[in-house]
């Protein structure tokens, strides 16, 4: 495998874990918006689950915004 597919595989697979993290902290909320109500329905494994989801999304996406050798917006 080239160092770019290699690349895109790695990026996709980060992306696509931090989206399943997140929605599995969020499976069992009853409410969605506000952000600070839904923080405060979630127990803190939830928490910790959602933080790291939303963390390795952002990321994900930095990363491929500085190997891309695109502005950030």
């Given at each position: ?13 980060g992306f696509l874990s ?22 405060a329905t979630l127990r ?18 930095v990363s491929t915004m ?8």
């Amino acid at each position: 495998m080239t160092p770019e597919k290699s690349w895109r595989v790695a990026t996709a697979v980060g992306f696509l874990s931090g989206m399943l993290a997140s929605l599995d902290a969020l499976h069992d909320a009853k409410v969605f918006w506000p952000p600070d109500v839904v923080w405060a329905t979630l127990r803190s494994p939830q928490r910790l689950e959602l933080g790291g989801g939303i963390a390795l999304i952002v990321v994900t996406l930095v990363s491929t915004m500085v190997r891309r050798g695109s502005p950030l917006p």
